[in-house]
């Protein structure tokens, strides 16, 4: 799971640098660094990404346009040529088209459906601990899960949605499973996915003791029932839904600042 973005911009000219350290100014989580010395980059955590910043002075560039990324190694190369005229000038519209599409590239790798869902079972104590307030307010409640509704529909599953599941079926989304939870409560089942289309993993977590399980089983046959209600849940609680503000990884933060506030 990554929940920061280090841009490690390879140094260039002084505009160039620029227009790359102010690409993250709209995303806390987006951190550019100019020439990071490799003793700074160790120093970040797991949850945390670099992303190389490679500088072309080639006149041309592929039909990508003047920004690609290498779907291999996560490196962002950017055509200092598209917005730098001959004469040094600077052709600012093209410079802003650069400055927006590698924020967006960035934000890409932290709001993908596989990282939210990672960062959904990673903060899930969070969420449960503080279910009510994300029932009470739209904002929260209507953020991005990472979950599809379905193999063939595009619409996302709410945070809220799926607690609201999980809070009004305990019985269907509480599950003992062997290598599960050892204090004798039945752990709540966070998450479940198929492995390459075969086995299964299965996420648990105990709010009694705070154990967590990722568990390996060839069949989950509770599958279709939990996928079943939590559909149910998404159709009645977002009609007219609401398209929130927040990512999840805000949603988290908040959550996390008001139960500060309150103790």
């Not at 970040?44 to 190389?52: E, M, P, W």
């Not at 990508?64 to 001959?86: F, K």
């Not at 040094?88 to 519209?93: D, F, Q, T």
């Not at 409640?141 to 595009?154: C, P, Q």
């Given at each position: 799971?990554?929940d920061?973005?280090?841009?490690?911009?390879?140094?260039?000219d002084?505009?160039?640098?620029?227009?790359?350290?102010t690409?993250?100014?709209t995303?806390?989580r987006?951190?550019?660094?100019?020439?990071p010395?490799?003793e700074k980059?160790?120093?970040?955590d797991?949850?945390?990404?670099?992303?190389?910043?490679?500088?072309s002075?080639?006149?041309?560039y592929?039909?990508?346009?003047?920004?690609?990324r290498d779907p291999?190694?996560?490196?962002?190369?950017?055509?200092?040529?598209?917005?730098?005229?001959d004469?040094?000038?600077?052709?600012s519209?093209?410079?802003?088209?650069?400055?927006q599409?590698?924020e967006?590239?960035?934000?890409r790798?932290?709001?993908s459906?596989?990282?939210?869902?990672?960062?959904?079972?990673?903060?899930?104590p969070?969420?449960w601990?503080q279910?009510?307030?994300?029932?009470?307010?739209?904002?929260?409640?209507?953020?991005?899960?990472?979950?599809?509704?379905?193999?063939?529909a595009?619409?996302f599953?709410?945070?809220g949605a799926?607690?609201?599941a999980?809070?009004?079926?305990p019985?269907?989304?509480?599950?003992?499973?062997?290598?599960?939870?050892c204090?004798?409560?039945?752990p709540?089942l966070?998450d479940?996915?198929?492995v390459?289309?075969?086995?299964?993993?299965?996420?648990?977590?105990c709010?009694?003791c705070?154990?967590?399980?990722?568990i390996?089983?060839?069949?989950?046959?509770?599958?279709?029932?939990?996928?079943?209600?939590?559909?149910?849940?998404?159709?009645?609680?977002?009609?007219?839904?609401?398209v929130?503000?927040?990512?999840?990884?805000?949603?988290?933060?908040e959550?996390?600042?008001?139960?500060?506030?309150?103790?």
């Amino acid at each position: 799971m990554t929940d920061k973005i280090i841009l490690n911009i390879q140094h260039s000219d002084d505009y160039t640098d620029y227009l790359l350290m102010t690409a993250g100014l709209t995303n806390k989580r987006i951190i550019p660094m100019v020439n990071p010395s490799s003793e700074k980059l160790k120093t970040a955590d797991c949850n945390t990404k670099v992303l190389r910043c490679l500088i072309s002075q080639d006149t041309t560039y592929d039909w990508c346009g003047p920004v690609t990324r290498d779907p291999e190694t996560g490196a962002i190369r950017v055509y200092s040529h598209y917005y730098l005229e001959d004469d040094g000038s600077i052709n600012s519209g093209h410079a802003e088209i650069v400055r927006q599409t590698v924020e967006e590239m960035a934000t890409r790798v932290l709001m993908s459906s596989i990282n939210l869902r990672e960062a959904y079972r990673l903060y899930f104590p969070v969420l449960w601990s503080q279910r009510d307030k994300v029932y009470a307010d739209p904002k929260y409640f209507f953020v991005d899960s990472g979950r599809l509704e379905s193999l063939f529909a595009g619409d996302f599953m709410p945070v809220g949605a799926i607690l609201k599941a999980m809070d009004e079926d305990p019985s269907l989304f509480r599950i003992r499973l062997g290598g599960g939870c050892c204090c004798g409560q039945r752990p709540l089942l966070v998450d479940y996915d198929q492995v390459y289309g075969e086995n299964w993993a299965i996420y648990t977590w105990c709010p009694a003791c705070g154990a967590r399980r990722e568990i390996r089983a060839w069949n989950f046959q509770r599958s279709y029932k939990c996928e079943r209600a939590l559909e149910d849940a998404s159709l009645y609680y977002c009609q007219g839904r609401a398209v929130s503000p927040l990512s999840l990884f805000d949603l988290v933060d908040e959550l996390k600042d008001s139960s500060l506030r309150s103790e």
